[in-house]
């Protein structure tokens, strides 16, 4: 799996899109990105993933560099309970083998009210 | 509702008695895992299986064993705990490995086990 890197911590004022970056600059073709996040010493939850297209759900959204080796997971409207920290993931599929997931140190992220 | 359930949440025992927790999952998923998550080391995989009686070692198995009877069902044993077995525990899910399609694994709540 490629390396990632994310800043340490950031803050966002509440109400506000709050912008986390990813670098992942030896991204494999065939390599996802993945963003989960974890709220104090609660289960990591999955936010969104993307292969090379911009992605969107009801939580955020996904940017991916067109030539893949950035990206920049979006919440468009930060709340308290978007404080977390918030883990860029890059895997490919597993091709039936094991699926464990590799947790950098992630970004620590505090919404600011 | 789609989740992981683990028990118990929290837990303190003694060296050498040994325990059980429990991890279920209703969402039908051939893969289930258990981590440990511990200041400064992050979430490091304990065990793993693939399927019903399929389990295989992590990245830190030792002191621990799995076992997978039924698919919702993955409970990690310590046979005889340790203090340095004290640590944030999490079970997760996914549907079948190798797909051809990118998907999302389910975390459980944890479990907080001290041993003492």
Known sequence: DAKTTQPTSMDCAEGRAANLPCNHSTISGNEYVYWYRQIHSQGPQYIIHGLKNNETNEMASLIITEDRKSSTLILPHATLRDTAVYYCIVRALSNFGNEKLTFGTGTRLTIIP | EAQVTQNPRYLITVTGKKLTVTCSQNMNHEYMSWYRQDPGLGLRQIYY??????????????????????????????????????????CASSVTPGLAFAYEQYFGPGTRLTVT
Do not use: A, H, W
């Not at chain 2, 389990?55 to 621990?64: A, H, L, N, Q, S």
């Not at chain 2, 993955?74 to 077995?85: A, D, T, Y």
């Open chain 2, 49 to 90: 299986s693939m399927n019903v009686e399929v389990t295989d070692k992590g990245d830190v198995p030792e002191g621990y064993k799995v076992s997978r009877k039924e698919k919702r069902n993955f409970p990690l044993i310590l046979e005889s705990p340790s203090p340095n077995q004290t640590s944030l525990y999490f």
